[in-house]
């Protein structure tokens, strides 16, 4: 429940930056830029629990679990993850992050030293992106249970002529392409 984490962003007695993907104003996403949107009205995903019921800031979410890789990503970026292993034929396991300041490391290490491999996707630019940090973190962390080196898929750092706007973005062949390549590594 999405309204969850909005409730407990509210509730917080400190500051708050609260960002909501806006691909998901238009209808629930496949991971897909190019396909067609489907409205709410006919996804299971509009149905909304009734009464109060904040997420704890700093809890991420298991959205797939899987033995072969970690896949650490938040936004927006958690549909196309989720596209992108379904497709890749690996075994990942996809964290929604939903939170990154209070971050759940204990989530996130679990995960990361149960599959020996991670992949980190974001939105932001590949140089002083997020996707840094927990890189840094998980290897700081999982060292000694990595099996590969740490991927990491973003958004590109310098625009380029006649790109499209989702061609800044990683999709899912982007994604599918590093899941294999840190299973051969």
């Known amino acids: 429940m999405p309204g969850g984490l909005l409730l407990a962003a509210i509730d917080d007695p400190d500051p708050v930056i609260f960002l909501e993907p806006k691909r998901l104003y238009n209808g629930p996403f496949d ?6 949107v489907e409205s709410w ?19 991420a979410k298991l959205r797939r679990e899987g033995a072969d890789v970690t896949v650490l990503t938040y936004g927006t970026m958690v549909h196309v993850a989720l596209a992108a292993v379904e497709e890749s034929g690996v075994d990942g396991e996809v964290i929604d992050l939903r939170t990154l300041v209070p971050l759940d490391l204990e989530t996130i ?13 974001h939105e932001a630019t ?6 840094a940090e927990l890189a840094a973190l998980v290897q700081r962390e ?3 249970h990595l099996e590969a080196p740490i991927y990491r898929v973003a958004g590109w750092d310098t625009p380029y002529p006649h790109a499209q706007e989702w061609d800044y973005f990683p999709g899912p062949a982007r994604i599918v392409e590093n899941l294999r390549a840190v299973m051969e590594a």
Do not use: M, N, Q
């Open 109 to 121: 290490l679990a995960s990361v030293r149960k599959t020996g491999r991670c992949v980190v996707v």
């Open 41 to 59: 009205k006919t996804s299971d995903l509009s149905e909304v629990d009734e009464g109060y019921r904040p997420i704890p800031l700093g809890t």
């Open 142 to 144: 999982c060292f000694w």
């Open 126 to 131: 590949l140089t002083s992106g997020y996707g």
């Open 31 to 36: 991971g897909h830029h190019d396909r067609p």
